[in-house]
């Protein structure tokens, strides 16, 4: 059971380049989410997901685009990268019924230089 | 979303009982109270959830008073891989599990 998968580990863009981050889950959960996580903090919710085809912003939305087109999938793309978007990046899944975990992928470090 | 305020850092040693503690003044009626662990490079992993009073679970315990205005998460016999980020968040039945919203955390060292 892979549970939630990111792609890829790790990156090095150059300011101004863009890049997809990918994220699938295999446990069929409607609700996803994606969040940053800078040194010495705590994580931050970017975008999220209630099921296909319905995205939303979180607390830090700006340079970020989502889309759901399928239960399994919820890429995060960076349309211009910025050295402020260096981070380690964290995509959840969750049941969406109540009393729900949120399941965590390893995460992706990505550095904007 | 109400906002949880928790000790940044905690010490202990092997074999004691940990309780870390968190206010949530403004709780609503519909928000339950969860409890994440992250280990260094890792995501977050759920420990446990309640709405009131206490709930038990095979890693901890989780106390909750009838006015739903602070929790207590309580580790028993700590060991050294319990050192960890333990984040306490408060949200709505109706987004949990999603659009979670973090705090800074407790740092929790261990030590022998």
């Known amino acids: 059971n892979a549970g939630v998968t990111q792609t890829p580990k790790f990156q090095v863009l150059k300011t101004g380049q863009s890049m997809t981050l990918q994220c699938a889950q295999d446990m069929n959960h409607e609700y996803m989410s994606w969040y940053r996580q800078d040194p010495g903090m705590g994580l931050r919710l970017i975008h999220y997901?209630?099921?296909?085809?319905?995205?939303d912003q979180g607390e830090v939305p700006n340079g970020y685009n989502v889309s759901r087109s399928t239960t399994e999938d919820f890429p995060l793309r960076l349309l211009s990268a910025a050295p402020s978007q260096t981070s380690v990046y964290f995509c959840?899944?969750?049941?969406?019924?109540?009393?729900?975990?949120?399941?965590f992928g390893q995460g992706t470090r990505l550095t904007v230089v | 979303l109400a906002k949880t305020t928790q000790p940044i850092s905690m010490d202990s040693y092997e074999g004691q009982e940990v309780n870390i503690t968190c206010s949530h003044n403004n709780i609503a009626t519909n928000d339950y109270i969860t409890w994440y662990q992250q280990f260094p490079s890792q995501g977050p992993r759920f420990i446990i959830q309640g709405y009131k009073t206490k709930v038990t679970n095979e890693v901890a315990s989780l106390f909750i008073p009838a006015d739903r205005k602070s929790s207590t998460l309580s580790l028993p016999r700590v060991s050294l891989s319990d050192t960890a980020v333990y984040y306490c968040l408060v949200g709505d039945m109706d987004q949990a599990g999603t659009a979670l919203i973090f705090g800074k955390g407790t740092t929790l060292s261990v030590s022998s």
């Open positions: 997901s209630v099921g296909a085809g319905i995205t």
């Open positions: 959840a899944s969750a049941s969406g019924r109540i009393n729900t975990e949120a399941f």
